[in-house]
């Protein structure tokens, strides 16, 4: 079973002292040691944003894809080769800007694997320019007089694209996070966290002391995860009080679930070396 | 080293009904692929600086290795580089891999073109992919009409065949150019690797493929 030790390596991070994806890395290493797996168990894939550093600090199996294509990547190696246990990480612009289509129909394919999403509100890696959760009115190089489009709502969208596993975490707690990530790999299906992570360089706005005054976490406050309406209820609570936690989960067929023909079979690892087409054709005669 | 099989429209939408044939004899060599659990000392690196530039295979979830496919530019590990001394040494490695393949390709006597017809000829079609069935159709059609033609099919554009071309391209007063795109990229090919140029093209961008019919009466024109 892996340590923490055994998750470090060698490379320096390049990213900015104080940054929420430091609090999302302790996590998510802290739930690889407390789920019990072992390195080569693991496929991490990340996309295009600061975020994508993750697959270089986390000494798992990695990979790194394109602008937004973090869950077709990640699909794709969990129905080839159904043993590995996949988390896919996107940023706020990666996922809902540019993989957006990905993440609706994800969310109802219900493929067993984890999506945490780097939700900074803000594209920091190109030097801090509006995204699809950045406020209203937020100033940044794209709107420099404000957002005038109020932001997408992202939980709710995944309630109501029938996910199965739906949360919130805050980077600036990563203790709770942990815990969030493990309950997302353990969940049979599609878990996913939007976390907010806040980008101390570039969103001004959005601030660890902007979250820590207005965070509350929803199992304190007696929420029943069961009930899809009153999660989407929960999830337009926005200003004041925002929640965080699970929304909402429920048990559902896995998309490889519903393949009886390569249930249980890893397809990477069939032999192909002596392939007889012949057989097949037989059988159809 | 990874292949990616890019395929046109015309051989897509085609349909055609054959024999059922014995595929036992086809085998998918899988090259230099770690099978059951990494062995080797330390840790297992994906992108291994080699002699042939070729590096150990593994799949994720062999036992012991660690698999990453990382960034535009990485070290042995797979973790990012933007080390200047790694870039060269991977662009190196990359270069390596294509001789390392052109001399596999000579020593296993790999078919890299084909030619159909005779090996001397007025004329000679040169192209690569979907076109195939038509000139091979034509060809049947000028030989009734007496002209003496060939069809050198290149298999492989990279690394490209230089001298079986330069070879069949000697031996013809004609080399025409027959493919589906409006620059004539085959004969860019020709004219970077053999320096010289082609004599005709027949060039098709319209979306729809070739005839044997159409093929006939252009070759007739430029002969």
Redesign the interface.
């Known amino acids: 079973m892996v340590t923490l030790k055994d998750l470090a390596?060698?490379?320096k991070s390049n990213w900015c002292p104080g940054c929420g994806n430091y609090g999302i890395l302790t996590a998510v290493k802290g739930a690889l040691v407390e789920l019990g797996l072992e390195?080569?168990?693991v496929?991490l894939v990340s996309g295009i944003g600061c975020h994508g550093?993750m697959?270089?600090y986390v000494?798992?199996?990695?990979?790194?894809g394109i602008h937004g294509r973090v869950l077709p990547i990640a699909t794709g190696?969990k129905l080839a080769?159904p043993?590995?246990m996949v988390i896919g990480f996107a940023g706020d612009a990666d996922q809902y800007d540019e993989g957006w289509d990905h993440f609706c129909h994800a969310m109802r394919r219900n493929i067993d694997m984890t999506l945490i999403v780097h939700d900074n509100q803000t594209l920091g890696l190109t030097t801090g320019q509006t995204t699809a959760t950045s406020l209203q009115g937020f100033k940044s190089k794209s709107t420099p007089f404000g957002s005038v489009t109020p932001p997408l709502n992202p939980i709710a969208h995944a309630l109501v694209s029938n996910g199965t596993f739906v949360a919130r975490g805050f980077a600036g707690d990563p203790r709770h996070l942990q815990s969030l990530i493990v309950e997302a790999v353990r969940h049979r299906g599609f878990g996913y966290i939007d976390v907010f992570q806040p980008c101390v360089t570039f969103n001004y706005l959005n601030t660890y002391q902007w979250f820590r005054e207005r965070v509350y976490k929803l199992d304190e406050q007696g929420h029943d995860y069961t009930d899809r309406q009153k999660a989407l209820e929960k999830s337009f609570e926005w200003g004041e009080r925002i929640p965080i936690g699970i929304f909402y989960k429920e048990e559902r067929l896995t998309y490889l679930d519903t393949l009886p023909h390569i249930k249980g079979k890893?397809l990477?690892?069939l032999p192909?070396?002596?392939?007889?087409?012949?057989t097949i054709?037989?059988t159809m005669k | 080293m990874p292949v990616i099989v890019l395929t046109d429209k015309y051989l897509v939408e085609s349909q055609v009904s054959i024999e059922s044939f014995e595929t036992s004899r086809m085998k998918i060599e899988r090259g230099n692929l770690i099978t059951g659990q990494y062995q080797g000392t330390g840790e297992y690196m994906k992108y291994e600086l080699t002699e042939t530039g070729v590096s150990p295979r593994a799949l994720p979830s062999t036992k012991g290795a660690i698999i990453r496919a990382n960034a535009d530019e990485y070290d042995e590990f797979g973790f990012t580089s933007e080390d200047p001394m790694m870039t060269v040494s991977m662009i190196q490695k990359r270069q390596k891999k294509l001789a390392f393949l052109a001399k596999e390709l000579e020593e296993k006597k790999i078919e890299t073109t084909k030619l159909y017809g005779p090996e001397k000829a007025t004329a000679t079609i040169v192209s690569w992919g979907g076109t195939k069935g038509p000139i091979r159709e034509a060809l049947k059609l000028l030989k009734r009409d007496g002209v003496v033609a060939n069809y050198l099919q290149i298999i492989y554009l990279h690394p490209f065949p230089v001298e079986r071309v330069k070879k069949v391209l000697n031996n013809t007063s004609k080399a025409i150019v027959v493919e589906h795109n409006r620059t004539s990229q085959l004969s860019s090919l020709i004219r970077e690797y053999l320096l010289r140029d082609a004599d005709y093209t027949i060039l098709k961008y319209d979306g729809r493929p070739f005839s044997p019919a159409y093929l006939v009466a252009k070759v007739k024109e430029v002969l």
């Open positions: 390596t060698p490379i390195r080569e168990q496929a550093k697959v270089n000494n798992v199996n990695g990979f790194h190696i080769n043993e590995l890893s990477a690892k192909v070396e002596n392939v007889n087409v012949v054709i037989e």
